[in-house]
Structures are given as C-alpha cells and as structure tokens.
C-alpha cells in the first residue's frame, strides 16, 4: 500500500509538474512539439520494452484488425488531448487546463452514462449537477464556455473509457498508439524539414534534448501510475488524482502570474464542492462495502 501510494502520488506530481516542461520549449510552436512528443516517446517505450524483453503482446495486436482500430481511435484523442494541453500551457492558459483535470472524473461519470449506459447514483447526480453550475458561471463571467477544459476533459474522459475495455496495459498500449501515430509524426517533420520550417533543426543543443526529454517526461510517470494502480485501491486512486490539476493551478496562479479573480474563484470552488461530493461518496460506498469482522 504504501509503495503503490508513492508511486501514484509521484505519478501525479510529474503531471501536475508538465507546465514546467512545456514552458522550457515554448519557442517551439505547439504543433511540433506535439509531433516531437510522439516520436520520442515511441522511442523510449522500445527502449523499455527491449529491457524487459517484452515483446510477445505486438505481434499478436498487429494480427486483429479490431484491437489496431481501437488503438487507433484512441491514439488520436491522446493526441488531441496532448496538442490542447501544450497549447493551453505555451498560450497562458495553465489554470484553464488544471480545470480541465479538476472536472475530468465528472465528465468521464456523464460519459458513462451517456455512452455505457451506466447508472449514476443520486449523490453523482449531484456532482455532475454543481460542476455543470461551475462551468455556467465561468460561461457567464467570462462571455464564452471554457473552452480548453472541456476539451481537456472530455477527450481524456472519452480515451480513458475506450483504454477502460482495452486489452492492453499502459505501457504496451501507450507503445501501440506511438507505433501508429508515428509515421504521420514523422512525414509531418520530414515535410517541415524539407520546408526549412522544423524548430528542431535550427534550435540550440539545450532546446533539442529538451524535445528528446519529451519521450521519458510522458511514459515515465505513466509507468509509475500503473505500479501505483496495482497496488492500492480505486477509492484512494480517486483521491490522489488531485494532486496533478492542483499543482497545475498553483504554478499558474503563483508562478506565472495568471488572473484568478474572486469571481473566478467562485466557478472552481462549485466545481470543487462537486467534487468533494463525488469523491466522499465514493469513499463512503467503499466504506459500506467492506466485509465486516464478526
């Protein structure tokens, strides 16, 4: 429990953190570090996968047709996920992605709902009815939806569902959707260099490894959260998830100076006080669960 608890939290503290990362490449526009992202993490997760020796699973996935389709379906909201996220944080936009984090695991609730059929427990209802007061008072007080939240949100709430049913891990999943969205990432950067348009090759030494960094910055702390997943249970999952969107907020407001107005203020803290209702109940039904001593 307490190595799976560590291996978590740091998980969510190195997401929490990605602002910082992203920040030291912003020179590079957002479009090429998304497709520098995708090459160089298919290289690290070969690296692991030689060092484990763990290779068996590719060749029966590249054998049906249905897994490929789902992984390719699924690669493609990463990388639209991924793009929002860098776009978001190189754009000024660091407390708006962290409330894209903070609503997720109500919008991947209203997913299930919406898209499995899933029935939602009146407390949830709750939770879902307070976020979505949340998000109407940003609409209002800012004059349009908070756009990059709720595209943060619902594609990673749409790619969590689908990786939900997959038949593949973290790391081996991760692996397949690189593979897949490695040759357009690639023909995208051959066409850029052709074009003498690449960031890359014109950027300092620092700059490039910075990109290069952009392999173990993704798989590292998603190999750690699937150790942490292993290893304690959903209720506490749930909690420490958290930590990454507080993080986030936190260096937007304190260290890059982003506006966080009283009014502002009020539309996270409804979709806080969602949140907390989401999440005690959670607690409260695993309480309820628990075989009890005679």
């Not at 060092?51 to 996935?61: D, E, S, T, V, Y």
């Not at 049906?64 to 699924?74: M, N």
């Not at 996220?85 to 754009?91: G, K, L, M, R």
Request: charged letters at 10%; a positive charge.
């Amino acid at each position: 429990m307490r190595i799976g608890m560590l291996y978590a939290s740091a998980a969510y503290a190195a997401w929490g953190l990605f602002p910082l990362y992203f920040k030291s490449v912003q020179a590079v526009p957002p479009s090429q570090i998304l497709l520098h992202r995708m090459v160089w993490s298919l290289g690290f997760v070969v690296l692991v996968l030689a060092w484990r020796r763990h290779w068996a699973w590719l060749g029966q996935a590249m054998r049906r047709p249905k897994v490929l389709a789902g992984f390719a379906a699924s690669a493609l909201l990463l990388s639209a996920n991924w793009f929002t996220y860098i776009w978001a944080v190189n754009n000024g936009r660091v407390i708006d992605a962290s409330l894209g984090y903070f609503i997720n695991p109500l919008i991947t609730v209203l997913l299930g709902f919406v898209l499995l059929r899933e029935r939602l427990r009146p407390l949830q209802w709750g939770a879902v009815a307070l976020a979505a007061c949340g998000v109407a008072w940003l609409t209002w007080q800012n004059g349009q939806l908070p756009w990059v939240a709720l595209m943060l949100a619902v594609s990673f709430g749409l790619y969590g569902l689908m990786r939900k049913t997959a038949p593949l891990g973290a790391l081996e999943g991760l692996t397949l959707e690189t593979l897949l969205l490695f040759p357009l990432a690639l023909g995208a950067l051959a066409i850029l260099s052709f074009e003498h348009r690449n960031s890359f090759a014109a950027a300092p030494l620092t700059q490039q490894l910075l990109l290069a960094a952009a392999g173990p910055v993704t798989a590292v702390p998603l190999l750690l959260f699937a150790a942490g997943a292993r290893r304690i249970p959903l209720s506490m999952l749930r909690l420490l998830q958290y930590i990454a969107p507080t993080l986030q907020l936190l260096l937007g407001v304190l260290l890059y100076g982003e506006p966080f107005s009283p009014e502002r203020a009020v539309g996270f803290l409804l979709i806080w006080s969602a949140l907390a209702v989401y999440s005690l109940e959670g607690l409260w039904r695993t309480w309820a669960a628990r075989p009890r001593g005679v």
